[in-house]
């Protein structure tokens, strides 16, 4: 097969010489590379004054420098390290100088001086012109920074924005081998031991918010479901704290119009892009009335943390309210991890149920209660804002005024080491117990029972973190 040279062989330059082969075209190239040039130039500039704003605004700005330099000062631990203790942890408490001295009773059932980290931090100095120093048992003060140049738009107080930055003041203190900020109210109650074993759960050099909601439906609805809740109190790890405090000052002023600082926090903590993990033992506690029914049937979870205990009843019956946290602690000191753990059994030779929460009550039913009743919540409180019947973010049942309907309660009085790694809890009967008893004949044997000797394992920590848990706790 025979080809012509002319019309199969291509020279390859000849597109560059046609390219060239007029003034007409070269013109006509000259003006748009000398338009491709300017335009290079122009976004060329634009981008040195684009840089220089930015540099001149770093330069304007020492707050944002001198966090992002205070950042580097830090070093998380390496993985070498061991697991997480309460030595890890620092405590940021909101208060008040003004409120103090008689908030501080909550405060002090939990701190241990030399062994929890943190600070109260308050609005002023304490004990202007009484010269009263500050009380040894007491956590450490410090007063919070001047909050008057942000901005602050709701209806409430403007403590908000002050108590909102205290997790970075506390970041910026710059304390060594801390793991987690802990930030709580004046009058929560930590369970520190339980505290540790829940963030042991997670990894600390990632970023973590971890706390819990609100009982009452309404003010989940009111603020929101996707926040811990400041008084039940919540922890953020080390490089979410490290983020947040880029961002918070401008991120309060940004969020001006929401009420309390735990809102707020929530908020800047959501542009950052991190959900907030819940955990069952945060107790917010937003509930009026007696918190028996709740503590009563605990979740499977361990106890955190309880709030607004000042505006409930007592825990425990002819006991007042300080003295009743110190008595349920005296109980959690023998075994944290079972404290409040809800379980329940049968004697079917008598058809009696009986339903323990551990360290707490012990509940007689002198016929058959199913599970599903025995493990859902007693109501003997109303919600928080409205004093209302419900919605919780629970399930409730009624707590029967009628005598025959009503369990007979009995509740903790001591707790002792029984064995190798066990314990004897004793539950004796309140005397408002005597009062309208029920007639029947199945009550009246139930009636001679006078107390009741709860023996258990001390129950391993280690249980909270498998992930298939159990369904009850053995008695």
Known sequence: MSHSSGTT???PFKPWKHLFSSSIKLTFLTQNLMRALLAICIVAAL???FFGSISNWRINCPECDKTLFHSTLHQLPSTNEEKTNISHILFGIGGSAETWNLRRRYCEVWWRPNITRGFVWLDEEPGKGSGEPWPETSPPYKVSADTARFKYTSQGSRSAVRIARIVKESFELGLENVRWFVMGDDDTVFFTENLVNVLNKYDYREMYYIGGNSESVEQDLFHTYSMGYG??????SYPLAAELVRILDGCIDRYAELY???????S?????GVPVTKELGFHQMDIRGSPYG?????PLAPLISLHHLDYLEPLFQGVDRVNSVKKLIKAYKFDPSRTLQHSFCYDLTRNWSVSVSWGYTVQLYPFFVTAKDLSTTLQTFLTWGSWSHEPFTFNTRVMSLKPCERPIIFNFDRVQRFGNGKTLTLYRKHNSEQRKQCDRENYKAAYKVMSFNVFADVLDPGIWNKVQRPSSVPI
């Open 9 to 11: 062989i291509q020279d």
């Open 294 to 298: 709740l503590l009563s049937a605990h």
């Open 47 to 49: 981008y040195l004054f």
């Open 268 to 272: 800047c903590i959501n542009e950052i």
């Open 231 to 236: 008084g039940g109190g919540f922890a953020v």
């Open 260 to 266: 309390g600082s735990d809102l707020k926090i929530g």
